[in-house]
């Protein structure tokens, strides 16, 4: 008899639907299927609900495809027990909520469901189960080296949820955060929360329980009673003691003030990360795909690790900061974001790294950090080794930044645009490779530039302001402006930046001398074939000079899928009929005499502010002025050089990848060659090389670019913090996400952060992007969200500038300050409410855009 029912037991089939009143493998009912059946058992007050087994999700079929008959009679069963109010379908995988990996958000919940709609409940269920494949999910498995197994599906009542939290049961006293309605946007760090604590031995008697530190961002009071607070903290210790490891618990209140327990999962790791994309966001202004974020990752990886080694950090400590160093960016809302608490985190294996964590910060635009506080001595007994190494590093600082030329140039050489399309796979893989091998191992020469140039600007900086103090104290009057002191020192660089728009200048002089060639711009149509065919061979030859060595540049140039001016010449014909415009401006100087005004601008001042430290006590300073001066002005060149070279190998890896995608889409391999960009770069490499595939190219392309358009679409804020693991999903952000504050006097006064000094007026040109350069007349100011070196010469056409985004290294600042246009960053909102056409006057001193 009981080897017959070993026998059953074996034959009958698993079932599809599961209740709370028991406690099942979690192999059948999924993680937090099992959590909340625990819950139950212990009697919590869970809502009302059932699971649709791991079973149930592995016969439902694809949608359009009949649907089994136990599948229909599951969810016929759901929503009888369940009855028509409204519901919430949430996912319950095997491996989800476990001890050593969350998933945290990464899963759907699907909320409010009309239990009363067949075809509502159907719909979510499916959702939920396809969930498992998006690529956030994956993602995280890679990240954390875990696999999540069967899914399946929670289905509750919906609790009208009043307010909700979270608690953390470790130690004594409960640790938790609260906020108004649901308990979605405090999960995934979309808003602040509240936070309290409780008092886990005061279940019972007088001692007093709820301790509040902070009410949430938009005020609202703690909502649980004294009795609520108590049955949450006994609960809590039940389950944490069942269970034996600390718990995360999410929990709820209806509007008659009901506590509802919805949610308890292991701690994994409550540490928050601080995401930002100050600076970042100028490179990557657009969406981005899965190409470029796995690119983006190794190269952040390895620029950061290689400096530390030139550093002199000893290898044990870079080891010990792997997961520092592999997560340093990342995409979230499809857009590049750092990771300050990373980023910090790394920058303080230096001695006196708290200062350098403020150099970085002020360097990216990002706000101030909080330091460590690690003792003098242990920076003392660091700083030899590592000025040791320094000194070796920047001993000629040109020559390294030269040699990262010469490899970008002779990875350029070998993928030249015109020949790549023709190339075979294996010699595009042997791109791939050789492209790769530049951003992990050769650009520490270019990172070098970026160090120099963020903690001299920042050592010049506080300088001045000594100097500037000091004068004041001795006059008894008021010192010249540091920000203007600091602005005139570091314009008419020459900087790489502004190489193109004189080049532009040139050739547009040249158009302008000889009447066929201006009436063959005018009269091309805006295309770019008819404009070159009716020229002779010396402007057809200084016109392909331009675009060979500029063409490579333009708005978006890192981000893989945007083309190139080379690429699409046509969008150079609107430029070049302004700058021909402008070139019979006699108002209008050309760049090389602004060039030259603005380098002897900043000569004179160098010399005034160099005179006055020819006395006294302070005349000791004049040769750290001097090493300051030259060494921040030549790192702001060499940093500007290395972005060029960026940009070029950036654009080499864009046509090496769509060479492959044309060879992969005519082999069906994907459907069309864009398709590249929706691959990791190791599955590109591997197909290029014929090592393997990733399964099916195609499903696993059009699931990519799915989960891509849904996060594009989301707005995320410029700075948020994401607990470790999480990452933002569409429905957190779409229903909590805040406007982002305006700093604003009463009136009319935008305040931003001073770029380029000088004060000017005009009419403002809002531009969404390069598309409305037409908008554009000379002497405008330009208000943009950001500008990337593609707007460059842009920049040549206007007398101001204000952007959203920015700091005072970013490529607009360094530009602006290039050419003396009085120049205001990090102006939130300002293309919101500044109108396109009002006047406005623009202070680049004080950091004011006064609404005129």
Same mark, same amino acid.
């Given at each position: ?91 319950? /995988? ?498 090389? $005499? ?24 302070? $005349? ?163 208000? /943009? ?68």
């Amino acid at each position: 008899m009981r080897g017959r029912g070993g026998i059953g037991a074996v034959l009958r089939k698993p079932p599809f639907v599961r209740g709370f009143d028991a406690v099942d493998d979690v192999a059948l009912v999924g993680g937090k299927g099992r959590s909340l059946q625990e819950l139950r058992g212990v009697g919590a007050p869970v809502p009302e609900g059932v699971i649709l087994t791991t079973a149930f999700s592995e016969a439902l079929t694809d949608e359009g495809k009949p649907m089994p008959a136990r599948c229909v009679e599951a969810l016929d069963e759901v929503r009888r027990r369940l009855g028509g109010g409204p519901l919430i379908v949430r996912s319950s /995988a095997v491996g989800e909520d476990g001890t050593t990996a969350a998933f945290a958000g990464l899963l759907e919940s699907i909320f409010p469901v009309d239990g009363a709609d067949p075809a509502a409940l159907v719909e979510a269920v499916r959702r939920c189960v396809a969930s498992r494949a998006a690529a956030r999910v994956r993602a995280y498995e890679e990240a954390r080296n875990v696999r999540l197994q069967g899914v399946a599906v929670v289905v509750q009542r919906l609790v009208p949820s009043a307010a909700a939290g979270v608690l953390f049961t470790d130690g004594v006293m409960l640790r938790g955060e609260f906020c108004r309605g649901h308990g979605q946007a405090l999960v995934d760090g979309a808003i602040t929360p509240g936070a309290f604590r409780l008092d886990r031995r005061a279940t019972e008697g007088a001692r007093r329980v709820v301790h509040v530190e902070r009410l949430p961002e938009d005020g609202s009071p703690f909502p649980l009673t004294d009795q609520a607070a108590r049955e949450l903290a006994a609960h809590a210790t039940t389950l944490e003691r069942r269970r034996g490891l600390s718990l995360d618990i999410e929990w709820a209140v209806d509007p008659e003030g009901k506590l509802w327990i919805v949610q308890a999962r292991p701690v994994t790791d409550r540490r928050t990360f601080l995401w930002s994309n100050a600076n970042i966001s100028e490179n990557f202004p657009a969406p981005v795909t899965p190409l470029l974020v796995s690119f983006a990752r190794a190269g952040y990886d390895a620029y950061f690790r290689n400096l530390a080694r030139e550093f002199g950090i000893e290898e044990a400590r870079i080891a010990a900061h792997d997961e520092a160093f592999r997560g340093i960016v990342d995409a979230h809302g499809a857009r590049l974001y750092y990771n300050l608490s990373h980023i910090h985190a790394v920058l303080r294996l230096m001695p006196f790294g708290d200062w350098l964590v403020d150099s970085f910060d002020v360097f990216v635009g990002a706000g101030a950090s909080s330091p460590e506080g690690r003792r003098v001595t242990d920076e003392i007994t660091a700083l030899g080794r590592v000025i040791t190494h320094v000194t070796r590093a920047y001993r000629d600082l040109p020559a390294r930044v030269a040699r990262f030329e010469r490899a970008v140039d002779d990875v350029a050489s070998r993928f030249p645009p015109r020949e790549v399309r023709a190339m075979p796979a294996r010699t595009l893989a042997e791109g791939l490779e050789a492209i790769l091998d530049v951003r992990l191992r050769r650009w520490v020469d270019a990172s070098l530039a970026d160090c120099a140039a963020a903690v001299t600007y920042r050592a010049l900086q506080a300088l001045l302001r000594v100097i500037e103090r000091d004068d004041a104290g001795a006059s008894g009057h008021g010192a010249d402006d540091p920000a203007a002191r600091h602005h005139a020192l570091l314009k008419g660089l020459d900087v790489a930046g502004a190489w193109s728009l004189r080049a532009l200048w040139d050739l547009a002089v040249v158009v302008r001398a000889g009447a066929p060639a201006r009436e063959a711009l005018a009269a091309c149509g805006g295309s770019f074939a008819v404009f070159r065919g009716a020229l002779g061979p010396e402007l057809g030859a200084h016109v392909d000079a331009w675009l060979d060595r500029f063409g490579f540049r333009g708005s978006g140039e890192l981000l893989l899928t945007e083309p190139s001016l080379a690429e699409e010449p046509d969008r150079l014909l609107p430029l070049l009929t302004r700058y021909v415009e402008a070139v019979g401006d006699q108002s209008i100087e050309s760049p090389a $005499r602004a060039f030259e005004r603005q380098r002897a601008e900043r000569e004179r001042e160098t010399a005034r502010l160099r005179e006055r430290l020819g006395g006294g006590a302070r $005349r000791a300073l004049r040769p750290l002025f001097d090493a300051l001066v030259l060494a921040t002005q030549t790192s702001v060149q060499l940093r500007e050089r290395a972005r060029f070279r960026q940009a070029l190998l950036y654009t080499r890896l864009r046509g090496v990848a769509l060479a492959l995608g044309r060879q992969l889409a005519r082999a069906g391999t994907t459907d069309v060659e864009d398709d590249v960009f929706f691959l990791r770069f190791d599955e590109l490499a591997d197909l290029a090389a014929g090592r393997g595939s990733p399964g099916d190219v195609r499903a696993l392309v059009a699931s990519r670019r799915a989960e891509h358009a849904a996060l594009s679409a989301l707005d995320l804020p410029d700075v948020f913090t994401l607990a470790a693991g999480a990452f933002v999903v569409p429905s957190a952000l779409e229903t909590s996400a805040a406007p982002a504050p305006v700093l604003s006097t009463d009136d009319g006064v935008l305040c931003g952060v001073p770029a380029s000094g000088g004060r000017v007026s005009g009419r403002a040109a809002v531009l969404g992007g390069l598309a409305d350069a037409a908008k554009l007349a000379p002497g405008d100011v330009l208000v /943009a969200r950001q500008t990337d070196p593609g707007w460059a010469p842009l920049f040549f056409l206007v007398k101001g500038l204000v952007l959203e985004r920015g700091g005072m290294l970013s490529h607009g600042s360094i530009l602006a300050r290039e050419l003396g246009i009085p120049s205001v960053v990090g102006v939130p909102e300002a293309t919101a409410r500044i109108s396109h056409g009002r006047d406005i006057v623009v202070d680049g001193d004080t950091g004011h855009v006064r609404l005129a």
